[in-house]
């Protein structure tokens, strides 16, 4: 199939549309959680359970999305996403039931997960059969943008939403785009080659490692519990996640098709250290966009909705600037950036107070959004040179994973440093902390030689 223009606006629009449901999803709830505990007559930190979920069953879903549809075909997989997320909206927005809503939050977070990694696994196929050796810029870049870049966009869209026609519409809203998203699929994504393999319950099981899976679940499941419970760890939950890890490693270094392949990741240190970056500076931009909003609005008294629209400009700029880093296919040069763009910006968080004017907070903010641009770009590009194409769904389903990590990990640390009181002194732990996790990131980048090789593949052949 060698086209001039393989990624035709009808191939990649339903590819686009399916990754902003994800980010969007993760982010809008927070502006209505408080409406949702009035209206339950229940307490917030009872609703929180409805941001635990979704993040929990994306972390699992991303991988396992990326798995299956290496072995049952993305098509299949997109569009069996986009059915879950409609079922999803449509029973969040007609119940009134806390637990039928965690429910909805869950087939949501399962249904937008296998979007990325789907989507990833079509265009590296449509890639190769068009020619192609070196990664599709444009592609990959417009993927991010609608993707990872769309969270922040998440708050003032939740918040216009729920200040206009109240909570249920950060449900329904995905109604109508789960259908437009579905019909594009249905049309415009060409039919998944035949399923190869035998089809019994015993074969598949084989096929996609379904022991594998199910360990990962739980491991992921313990390691979420532990930090979700900070400040008050349940040491138990770590302690499960510690011998369930180790439990799982050994059985994917045994099995025949590993839903984890642990001799690669431990073979190919490159596509680790991606992951291990990839977790530090989502730590630090997840704090940006929760534990400043937070403080914005304790120590500042704005509104979620101002605090939002505070925060969108880096959004926009991570837009920006994930365009021309993706078109180019730069991989070092973003990433010594990234790194260090989020030393610069955290060290304003530092000396951020309640008295600062909002235009030095605005500027901070823009920074990260430099952060966020040339992260979210140049580590996709990084993973797509480091992977066969046989295993770029699982594997970006993971880069996934990681980021949930991080985005969880930087919600511990804000609990942690806030659960008495928000202040200035709290911002300014959780900063020095942003400085250090960034300097490792920039060390690191630094010191990975085999950056400047991927960096000199991805950018010169052709």
């Known amino acids: ?13 339903p590819l686009y549309m ?3 449901l994800n980010p969007i999803n993760s982010s809008m709830i927070a502006t209505a959680l408080v409406p949702i505990a009035a209206y339950m007559h229940v307490s917030v930190a009872q609703t929180t359970l409805l941001v635990t979920s979704l993040y929990l069953s994306s972390s699992i879903a991303q991988p396992t999305a990326g798995k299956l549809s290496e072995a049952f075909g993305p098509r299949r997989v997109f569009l069996a996403g986009i059915v879950l997320v409609l079922s999803g909206g449509l029973l969040g927005g007609m119940t009134g039931n806390l637990t039928v809503l965690i429910v909805s939050r869950i087939l949501i977070g399962i249904g937008t997960s296998t979007a990325y990694p789907s989507a990833m696994l079509l265009i590296r196929r ?3 059969s068009a020619g192609m050796s070196k990664p599709p810029g444009n592609v990959l870049g417009s993927l991010q943008i609608a993707g990872v870049v769309t969270a922040a966009v998440g708050l003032p869209i939740g918040g216009l939403l729920v200040d206009a026609w109240g909570w249920r519409t950060t449900f329904l809203v995905n109604i109508p785009f789960a259908i437009v998203a579905f019909v594009m699929a249905a049309f415009w994504i060409p039919k998944d080659e035949p399923i190869e393999g035998g089809k019994t319950v015993r074969a598949i099981s084989a096929r996609i490692d379904i022991t594998g899976i199910i360990g990962f679940a739980v491991t992921i499941s313990a390691l979420m519990a532990f930090l979700f419970s900070l400040p008050e760890p349940a040491w138990i939950a770590f302690g499960v996640a510690c011998v369930l890890g180790i ?7 045994r099995a025949k098709h590993p839903f984890i392949d642990v001799r690669m990741l431990a073979s190919n240190r490159a596509l680790s250290r991606t992951y291990a970056r990839f977790t530090l500076i989502t730590l630090c931009i997840y704090t940006v966009l929760y534990g400043v909003t937070e403080w914005i609005s304790a120590a500042r008294g704005a509104s979620a909705l101002e605090a ?13 600037v994930v365009g021309p880093v993706s078109k180019r296919n730069l991989v070092l ?15 304003g968080v530092f000396l951020l107070t309640t008295n600062t004017s909002i235009i030095w907070i605005l500027l901070i903010t823009l920074i990260f959004g430099v ?9 996709q590009t990084a993973l797509y040179m480091q992977i066969t194409s046989d295993q770029i769904g699982t594997a970006s389903g993971l880069l996934r994973t990681f980021g949930y990590i991080g985005s969880i990990a930087s919600s511990a640390l804000i609990g942690i440093v806030f659960h008495t009181k928000v202040s200035d002194s709290g911002l300014h732990h959780i900063a020095v902390i942003m400085i250090a996790v960034s300097v490792i990131a920039l060390i690191m980048t630094i010191a990975d030689h085999q950056l400047k090789v991927i960096s000199k593949q991805a950018s010169t052949t052709s």
């Open 1 to 13: 199939m060698r086209n001039s223009n393989p990624f035709s606006w009808r191939f990649v629009a």
């Open 18 to 20: 399916g990754s902003t």
């Open 126 to 128: 449509r890639a190769e």
């Open 247 to 253: 439990l799982l490693i050994c059985w994917e270094l």
């Open 308 to 320: 939002g629209l505070l925060i969108l400009p880096m959004s926009v700029l991570s837009a920006l």
């Open 333 to 347: 040069e973003p990433l010594i950036v990234c790194a260090g763009s989020a030393i610069l910006a955290s060290i």
């Open 371 to 379: 952060t966020m641009g040339t992260m979210a770009s140049s580590n």
